[in-house]
């Protein structure tokens, strides 16, 4: 290993991490009840101009192509669904952490996101086909944040990669997460643990963040989400929407079976769906992003 | 001299001299490149999934998604540029799958199997490979050389 260091100078980055506004982690709150309605979610909106004028902005990009032109927030939400807008309200106040290109992971720029934004797709789709008491627009956030901690590891881990992976194939470390412990004294689940509590993020999506590489350490009353988040991972790194380096170096729990009823054709169909949906909403979030319609 | 850059599904080739006939970050899909050194031809599909009858309307659209329509279109295609395809080298590249000793659910293994049945009911099959294990692969193909080079984050580039 080439070098080890406190994982308390890793914890103080956390610190210094940006904060949530307060219509997303109300918005965040809100969607987590499965009681909500969307008038609830329509009205943080409206409160927030930057982003009611986001949302607007996306509703109306060229990738919906919408006939006329939509310039009301119920109607905008309705029609893009609360994840999306609860996606956009996080990458408004987060953008800096999800935009990084994560250099300790030999990823791109965009890489993040782009894989956040498979993984919320799929885990979405996985908690819709398996019949189980959960919110599916959960399991989107869920997959939106479930790696948020590796925009603070990342730059620790900088020049790693090569010595990382061989460590893995020679078996001295289990998988990827093992290796960043044994080399920051922290992994990015815990790490994004940590920013998740910070932000107090509702406990269903703590415990994604958190155990969304071991779901069987997860509390049982959130665990079928969080093997819904671990599935939905694993379909996007096998779908080559990877974050670099790290892509596949995990374990894959097969005991998700005991929590979801979701057959191995539907998992699948889910590869499938992402495929197509992800192409859809990149280009009408992003299109939203360049503030153009 | 340009590339032509292949996305899942997507299938092309090329003679123009100088291309270089790419497709990125192959986790469980696979990606079957045939050669043809008469012609200095290349040709690549991006197969995703092993069988299309899981679902025939993406077949019809994206026939290179799914590797018993993908194959037979690339060969086709390969044909009609005037490649001798009896005489192809095959070389396949991606397959790969996540850590799980109960290969609960192993695209990667069966897209590969797929594709090499196909490739043998065309009485082919290939002469190198870098199939299987758990990292991503990106292949560019130049058409000067034939030389097929594989890349992945963390690791030095290699060919096969
Ligand atoms: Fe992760
Ligand atoms: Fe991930």
Same mark, same amino acid.
């Given at each position: 290993m080439p070098m080890t260091i406190d994982s308390s100078e890793v914890l103080k980055r956390i610190e210094d991490a940006p904060l949530l506004s307060s219509s997303a982690s109300r918005l965040l709150q809100i969607t987590a009840d499965p009681e909500h309605s969307l008038g609830e979610v329509a009205d943080i909106v409206k409160t927030d101009a930057a982003l009611t004028a986001r949302v607007l902005r996306v509703v109306n990009s060229a990738a919906f192509g919408l006939i006329s032109t939509i310039s009301s927030i119920d109607r905008a939400i309705s029609y893009l669904g609360e994840r999306l807008v609860v996606g956009i309200a996080i990458d408004i106040c987060a953008s800096q952490l999800f935009d990084k290109p994560l250099t300790g992971y030999e990823a791109q720029r965009g890489d993040l996101w782009r894989h956040d934004l498979r993984v919320a797709i799929a885990s979405r789709e996985i908690a819709r086909l398996a019949p189980q008491d959960m919110a599916v627009d959960l399991a989107f956030t869920g997959g939106i944040l479930h790696d948020i901690g590796k925009s603070i590891l990342s730059e620790f881990l900088t020049g790693t990669a090569q010595s990382v992976l061989e460590t893995i194939e020679k078996g001295e470390a289990q998988d990827y997460l093992e290796a960043e412990r044994a080399m920051l004294g922290i992994d990015h689940a815990m790490v994004g643990y940590e920013l998740a509590r910070k932000w107090q993020l509702p406990e269903p999506l703590q415990q994604v963040i958190r155990f969304h590489h071991k779901p069987s350490e997860a509390d049982e009353e959130h665990r079928s989400l969080v093997y819904a988040v671990h599935l939905g991972d694993i379909i996007a790194m096998m779908g080559?929407?990877? !974050?670099?380096?790290? !892509?596949?170096?995990y374990h894959m729990d097969s005991a998700y079976t005991d929590y979801l009823d979701i057959s191995v054709e539907q998992l699948t169909m889910t590869l499938l769906h992402v495929e197509e949906e992800f192409s859809k909403m990149e280009a009408s979030l992003l299109d939203g992003k360049d503030g153009g319609t | 001299m340009s590339n032509l850059i292949l996305g899942v599904g997507d299938f092309g080739a090329s003679n123009s001299p100088g291309d270089i006939v790419k497709t990125f970050a192959l986790g469980s899909c696979v990606a079957v490149i045939l050669l043809d050194p008469g012609t200095r031809s290349v040709g690549m599909v991006h197969v995703?999934?092993?069988?299309s009858s899981i679902n025939r309307d993406k077949a019809k659209e994206r026939p290179g998604y799914f590797a018993d329509t993908g194959i037979p279109m690339l060969l086709k295609q390969m044909s009609s540029m005037g490649c001798n395809v009896r005489k192809l080298t095959v070389k396949l590249a991606g397959g790969a799958q996540i850590m799980d000793p109960n290969n609960t659910f192993n695209i990667g293994k069966r897209n590969i199997l797929a594709v090499k049945k196909l490739l043998w009911q065309h009485g082919m099959g290939p002469v190198a490979e870098d199939i299987g294990a758990n990292y991503s692969r990106t292949v560019s193909v130049s058409t000067n050389t034939g030389e097929v080079v594989l890349s992945s984050p963390g690791r030095p580039p290699w060919k096969i």
């Open positions: 080559g929407g990877g !974050t670099g380096s790290d !892509t596949l170096q | 995703a999934l092993p069988d």
